[in-house]
């Protein structure tokens, strides 16, 4: 059975730091493309960033350009997301996803992803 699960999110300050985790069992993770995406209240889910497992390029919402980034390790079956300098419209639900397949194609949408995490809560408030 194929299962995604997120950790790290929490209350921090703005301009705070965080390092969300994507754990998966039942899969490989460098055999797919790996995304996140976030969910605020009210609001569509939105692509976050993504990391190819064909060949580890990395691409991200220009919203997020400079204060994400996106680290896959291997050997731990793991996909990192360290989150900086956090704003207030940064607090969402945070969402990891496996592609469909190895690339990012159209990665920034929801339909590409055949699987899903159940998320994990930033808040970013003083």
């Known amino acids: 059975q194929v299962q995604l699960v997120e950790s790290g999110g929490g209350l921090v300050q703005p301009g705070g730091s965080l390092r969300l985790s994507c754990v998966a069992s039942?899969?490989?993770?460098?055999?797919?493309?790996i995304g996140w995406f976030r969910q605020a209240p009210g609001k569509e889910r939105e692509g976050v960033s993504c990391v190819s497992g064909s060949d580890g390029s990395t691409y991200y919402a220009d919203s997020v350009k400079g204060r994400f980034t996106i680290v896959r390790d291997n050997a731990k079956n793991t996909v990192y997301l360290e989150i900086n300098s956090l704003k207030s419209e940064d607090t969402a639900v945070y969402y990891c996803?496996?592609?469909?397949?190895?690339?990012?194609?159209?990665?920034?949408?929801?339909?590409?992803?055949?699987?899903w995490g159940q998320g994990t809560q930033v808040t970013v408030s003083s």
């Open positions: 996803a496996a592609h469909s397949t190895r690339s990012c194609i159209r990665w920034y949408k929801v339909d590409p992803y055949d699987y």
């Open positions: 039942g899969l490989t993770l460098d055999y797919y493309g």
